[in-house]
């Protein structure tokens, strides 16, 4: 065979070889071959002539990373692509945000932190989880906090002194 179709062979291999890298996980085995062949095909190419050398080098410099990022965009269309990475799911209105309405009822109610609030975390209030902020600086998890106002959509609290349990001696 003469250098040349060898040389073109070769190059077309590894770029096939470099494109199937993106969609099949082969762990970069693929990429060395791929890379292995595409340097083999230029070495074909500059044994035929220096000009086929260049020409076959600056081709491979160019329709490589042109052939990758058309193949990095199509991966979320391929099968294994859907597999590894679904869409992302469509969020209506309710799932963007808290109905406001619901929070209204809790302002002036105390509730305890669930996760600590730096500045936002979860607090609980009559068994009802809710996102909260807090009002000024950090409040640990497990602390009682009193619901001041609602900003925006979301519930500002305030860390509240633990109320004091009544001893079994007083009435």
């Known amino acids: 065979m003469e250098e040349l179709t060898v040389a073109v062979i070769l190059q077309v291999v590894g770029i096939v070889l ?35 050398g260049y020409v076959s080098t600056l081709l491979a410099c160019i329709i490589v990373p042109s052939l990758i990022v058309t193949a990095v965009k199509m991966w979320h269309r391929t099968p294994l692509g859907r597999k590894i990475s679904p869409p992302n799911p469509r969020l209506t209105d309710a799932d963007k945000s808290v109905d406001v309405s619901t929070l209204g009822p809790l302002v002036g109610t105390i509730g305890r932190t669930i996760t600590p609030l730096r500045p936002v975390g979860t607090c609980e209030f009559d068994g009802r989880r809710v996102e909260c902020v807090a009002e000024m600086g950090l409040i640990p998890g497990g602390q009682c906090v009193r619901a001041v106002r609602i900003e925006g959509r979301e519930l500002v609290v305030q860390p509240q002194p633990a109320e004091p349990t009544p001893s079994d001696g007083s009435a």
Not at 19 to 25: A, L, M, S, T
Not at 26 to 49: E, T
Request: proline share 3%; net charge neutral; glycine share 14%.
């Open 18 to 52: 470099l494109v199937f890298e993106v969609f099949i996980p082969s762990h970069g085995a693929l990429s060395v071959g791929g890379l292995a062949c595409l340097g083999a095909g230029v070495w074909c190419a500059f044994r035929f002539s220096s000009a086929a």
